[in-house]
């Protein structure tokens, strides 16, 4: 007895549903600007400084006393960008949450339809 494998699946139509066409011309056209959205700061993109070492025996802290003012001086300019980056990151999630309402709001409304 010859065992014949599985029949093909039924050949479907290539053929392209006006809504979909419309998705595909929409994503074609927007996808440029789609990238520079996708470019804004997030809480990822912000990375908190490293804090100097703060338990040092008082000689140490005598004999490399401007090094370490250095140091800290180096780490509080880079909070101060830290902070500022948490802000943008801050900003773009309110944006994306806002569009988000408008969005669910524009296409559900208030739920008594």
């Given at each position: 007895?010859?065992c014949?494998?599985p029949s093909?699946p039924?050949?479907r139509?290539r053929?392209v549903?006006p809504?979909t066409a419309?998705?595909?011309?929409?994503?074609?056209?927007?996808g440029?600007w789609a990238?520079?959205?996708?470019?804004?700061?997030?809480?990822l993109?912000?990375?908190?400084?490293p804090l100097?070492?703060?338990?040092?025996p008082a000689g140490?802290?005598d004999?490399y006393?401007?090094q370490?003012r250095?140091d800290?001086?180096?780490?509080?300019?880079?909070?101060?960008?830290?902070?500022?980056?948490l802000?943008?990151a801050e900003?773009?999630?309110r944006?994306?949450?806002?569009?988000?309402?408008?969005?669910?709001?524009?296409?559900?409304?208030?739920g008594?339809?």
């Amino acid at each position: 007895m010859v065992c014949s494998g599985p029949s093909p699946p039924p050949k479907r139509s290539r053929r392209v549903s006006p809504r979909t066409a419309d998705g595909l011309i929409v994503a074609i056209l927007l996808g440029p600007w789609a990238a520079v959205a996708s470019a804004q700061t997030t809480a990822l993109d912000c990375i908190p400084p490293p804090l100097p070492y703060a338990d040092l025996p008082a000689g140490v802290v005598d004999a490399y006393r401007d090094q370490l003012r250095l140091d800290y001086s180096e780490c509080f300019d880079a909070a101060q960008r830290y902070l500022q980056c948490l802000a943008r990151a801050e900003a773009t999630a309110r944006t994306e949450i806002d569009t988000a309402v408008a969005d669910y709001t524009r296409r559900l409304g208030d739920g008594d339809n």
